[in-house]
């Protein structure tokens, strides 16, 4: 096996134990997410709600996206390809997490609910634009791997 299809399958390997471990971590948080809130005794009854629906936005969109978004760059990174997921990392933040936080969760006044869809949309960006770039193949470019067998 050449050192591309080694390393094509090491990424793929981190990321499907990346998305068991999510998964697994989050169901769990996600049933016992009244237990976990219960934990802090004078929450008031609003409180309580908008944790709940924060906990189950995140939680539920994590299993999804959260290793793609954030696991699938960090391979990328490894194998060189350093600059591209850093500007793609500080756009998609200051446009989805800082600029959309703002528009919904201001302007539409959603509040905090509208600042963790926020977060999602920058997921979402992410996921589509890293799991682009390591189907395309162009990672590889900027990889400098040598074989050392």
């Known amino acids: 096996m050449c050192i591309r299809d080694r390393v094509k399958y090491y990424v793929k390997k ?17 049933v016992f997410v009244e237990d976990l809130i219960s934990l802090y005794s004078s929450l008031s009854p609003e409180t309580v709600e908008l944790t709940k629906t924060l906990v189950i936005i995140h939680e539920s ?9 954030f696991v699938l760059p960090n391979a990328l990174r490894a194998a060189n390809d350093v600059r591209f997921t850093m500007v793609l990392s500080i756009f998609s933040m200051f446009m989805f997490r800082i600029g959309f936080s703002y528009i919904i969760g201001v302007n539409m006044g959603y509040g905090a609910i509208g600042v963790w869809i926020a977060m999602v949309l920058d997921w979402i960006f ?10 395309s193949g162009h990672w590889l470019k900027t990889a400098e791997l040598k074989d050392n067998r």
Not at 14 to 30: D, E, F, G, H
Not at 126 to 135: G, K, T
């Open 14 to 30: 981190l990321m499907l134990w990346s998305y068991l471990s999510m998964a697994v971590c989050n169901v769990l948080i996600i």
């Open 61 to 69: 969109c994590a299993i999804l996206l959260w290793a793609a978004a």
């Open 126 to 135: 992410r996921v589509i634009c890293f799991v682009s770039r390591y189907l």
